[in-house]
């Protein structure tokens, strides 16, 4: 059975930064590609950052520079640290894994970014 177990969610000021992790079980962790996305209030989900089983990692354009998504396979966990938060990086962040034709998602945690 997978599961994804998100984690590092909160309030934090304009400018300030937070470190999500999501925990993995039940997959052969180091082989998938691991995703973050999210979803604002009243928008789509949308891909924040992704990192296959070999490191390689992509942003979405609004994000590059400030997060940093890595992965520690001996943890089957995978981390996104935000730096310089803004107010619209607000939204529940999900951890993501497709595996074969099946789409596996974790329960989320929030992420609000207020003064």
């Known amino acids: 059975q997978v599961q994804l177990v998100e984690s590092g969610g909160g309030l934090v000021k304009p400018g300030g930064s937070l470190r999500l992790s999501c925990a993995a079980s039940?997959?052969?962790?180091?082989?998938?590609?691991m995703n973050w996305h999210r979803q604002a209030p009243g928008k789509q989900r949308e891909l924040v950052a992704s990192?296959?089983?070999?490191?390689?990692?992509n942003y979405a354009a609004s994000v590059k520079g400030r997060f940093t998504i890595s992965r520690d396979n001996a943890k089957n966990t995978v981390y996104l640290q935000m730096n310089s938060l803004e107010p619209e990086d607000t939204g529940v962040y999900y951890c993501?894994?497709?595996?074969?034709?099946?789409?596996?998602w974790g329960q989320g945690t929030q992420v609000t970014v207020s003064s």
């Open positions: 990192i296959t089983s070999s490191g390689i990692t």
């Open positions: 993501y894994v497709r595996i074969g034709s099946n789409d596996y």
């Open positions: 039940g997959i052969m962790f180091r082989i998938y590609q």
